[in-house]
């Protein structure tokens, strides 16, 4: 093992110019591939607990590893990301291109644009909650009562009244206030609701390119040509009319403006 990665490291400095790394240090072939190649250590160590509070001190530490492993998808599905990745999809497929953009270029843009949506959501949560707790003048249970309170607005401002009763319904709640219902009912509501509302736009953007499609398979047909795939044909004029109506900036703008 460590003659292959010092052989590595010497092919590397030969590429660059440089004298051998074996020369560098004065040091004959034979004798370099015998030095060790320093490697750190990481040691972990698990020992009896001496007193209660460190074994509820290792509980919590083992809770809040576990929530921050699923934070991501917490995070996408109570932010803007869900409605814009479905429109997103939708919009390519729409296009008829399932390689371009890449998936990852449509991701990006959808973790970037739900940055932009959600900046004044986080700044209060940063200033009622964050800021607070770091300055040790709040508890851990207050800041997330506080950091819900943000949040919990956003989702009801965008769910529909609808989802909203179905599971206020399901949950048995009694003559419910918006703002004190718990996330457990709010979240489920807003998740149905952005797909309803994801759909709804996707569907708006997906007809103009299936009547392209359409108008070409029948002019196809009328003419004869029954083995010329009509996507060859729709597709130029599909990507055309999407770059004279400057696309791309009227999707943003009205995602953007969907969440105003």
Same mark, same amino acid.
């Given at each position: 093992?460590?003659?292959?990665?010092?052989?590595?490291?010497?092919?590397?400095? @030969?590429?660059?110019?440089? #004298?051998?790394? =074996?020369?560098?240090?004065?040091? #004959?072939?034979?004798? +370099? =591939?015998?030095?060790?190649?320093?490697?750190?250590?990481?040691?972990?160590?698990?020992?009896?607990?001496?007193?209660?509070?460190?074994?509820?001190?290792?509980?919590?530490?083992?809770?809040? @590893?576990? $929530?921050? #492993?699923?934070?991501?998808?917490?995070?996408?599905?109570?932010?803007?990301?869900?409605?814009?990745?479905? $429109?997103? +999809?939708?919009?390519?497929?729409?296009?008829?291109?399932?390689?371009?953009?890449?998936?990852?270029?449509?991701?990006?843009?959808? @973790?970037?644009?739900?940055?932009?949506?959600?900046?004044?959501?986080?700044?209060?949560?940063?200033?009622? +909650?964050?800021?607070?707790?770091?300055?040790?003048?709040?508890?851990?249970?207050?800041?997330?009562?506080? +950091?819900?309170?943000?949040?919990?607005?956003?989702?009801?401002?965008h769910t529909r009244e609808k989802d909203l009763d179905l599971f206020v319904?399901?949950?048995?709640?009694?003559n419910p206030v918006p703002n004190e219902l718990p996330l457990t009912v709010?979240?489920?509501?807003?998740?149905? #609701?952005?797909?309803?509302?994801?759909?709804?736009?996707?569907?708006?953007?997906?007809?103009?390119?299936?009547i392209i499609d359409m108008v070409v398979a029948s002019i196809l047909l009328?003419?004869?040509?029954?083995?010329?795939?009509?996507?060859?044909?729709?597709?130029?004029?599909?990507?055309?009319?999407?770059?004279?109506?400057?696309? =791309?900036? @009227?999707?943003?703008?009205?995602?953007?403006?969907?969440?105003?």
């Amino acid at each position: 093992m460590n003659r292959t990665m010092f052989i590595l490291a010497a092919a590397v400095g @030969l590429a660059a110019g440089d #004298s051998p790394l =074996w020369a560098l240090g004065g040091l #004959s072939p034979s004798a +370099a =591939w015998a030095q060790p190649v320093p490697i750190p250590s990481i040691e972990l160590t698990i020992g009896e607990p001496e007193s209660p509070a460190e074994v509820v001190s290792s509980v919590r530490l083992l809770l809040f @590893l576990t $929530v921050i #492993s699923l934070l991501p998808a917490f995070l996408v599905m109570v932010t803007s990301f869900t409605r814009i990745v479905v $429109v997103l +999809a939708f919009l390519r497929a729409g296009l008829g291109i399932y390689q371009a953009p890449p998936g990852s270029v449509l991701i990006g843009l959808a @973790l970037f644009l739900t940055v932009f949506i959600m900046a004044p959501v986080y700044a209060q949560v940063n200033e009622q +909650a964050i800021e607070p707790f770091l300055r040790g003048e709040i508890d851990q249970v207050e800041a997330q009562e506080r +950091a819900a309170g943000p949040l919990r607005e956003f989702m009801l401002r965008h769910t529909r009244e609808k989802d909203l009763d179905l599971f206020v319904r399901m949950a048995e709640i009694e003559n419910p206030v918006p703002n004190e219902l718990p996330l457990t009912v709010v979240i489920p509501a807003f998740i149905i #609701s952005e797909l309803k509302t994801a759909f709804t736009m996707g569907f708006m953007l997906y007809l103009p390119f299936l009547i392209i499609d359409m108008v070409v398979a029948s002019i196809l047909l009328s003419m004869g040509m029954f083995m010329l795939p009509p996507v060859m044909i729709s597709l130029p004029f599909k990507l055309l009319l999407f770059v004279l109506v400057d696309g =791309w900036y @009227l999707v943003v703008r009205s995602l953007v403006e969907s969440f105003a």
